[in-house]
């Protein structure tokens, strides 16, 4: 007797029920740990992206500084030069050429070029000025 109303237990069970099988839940976090690790990836580059914009861009902020201290210096002290800043970047700066317009044999225009290289030599930023002679 037990034995039929189990049988008749399970005839009023529905065959299938709404709801997620097992194995589709297993695939939905695998797709959704895939993802999560892409997401990951792309957010260490980009700080590390964000890191080496925040050293190049202070290093340039030296050079410029290179720059205006060398135009408020006198003609005959410029000379070239480097630095090398905390983060490893070099900041060099060279007299590129010098000009005689009123041929008295005093160099009356000087270009001076500032340049910005990274820990690994790589040309970051370059900037340069012209300088008049003093007067």
């Given at each position: 007797m037990e034995y039929f109303n189990k049988i008749r237990f399970l005839k009023n069970v529905p065959e299938q029920q709404p709801g997620y099988t097992l194995?589709?839940?297993l695939i939905a976090l695998a797709i959704?740990?895939?993802?999560?690790?892409g997401?990951?990836?792309?957010?260490i580059s980009s700080t590390k992206g964000t890191a080496t914009a925040r050293k190049v861009s202070e290093a340039s902020e030296i050079g410029q500084g290179q720059i205006e201290s060398h135009i408020a210096a006198a003609y005959s002290t410029i000379v070239d030069g480097n630095m090398v800043t905390a983060d490893g970047y070099t900041i060099q700066w060279s007299v590129l050429n010098q000009t005689d317009i009123d041929g008295d044999g005093n160099f009356d225009f000087?270009?001076?070029q500032v340049e910005v290289?990274?820990?690994?030599?790589?040309?970051?930023?370059?900037?340069s000025f012209t300088k008049a002679a003093d007067i």
């Amino acid at each position: 007797m037990e034995y039929f109303n189990k049988i008749r237990f399970l005839k009023n069970v529905p065959e299938q029920q709404p709801g997620y099988t097992l194995i589709e839940v297993l695939i939905a976090l695998a797709i959704f740990a895939i993802g999560i690790l892409g997401v990951s990836t792309m957010q260490i580059s980009s700080t590390k992206g964000t890191a080496t914009a925040r050293k190049v861009s202070e290093a340039s902020e030296i050079g410029q500084g290179q720059i205006e201290s060398h135009i408020a210096a006198a003609y005959s002290t410029i000379v070239d030069g480097n630095m090398v800043t905390a983060d490893g970047y070099t900041i060099q700066w060279s007299v590129l050429n010098q000009t005689d317009i009123d041929g008295d044999g005093n160099f009356d225009f000087m270009t001076v070029q500032v340049e910005v290289l990274d820990p690994r030599g790589r040309l970051r930023s370059s900037l340069s000025f012209t300088k008049a002679a003093d007067i």
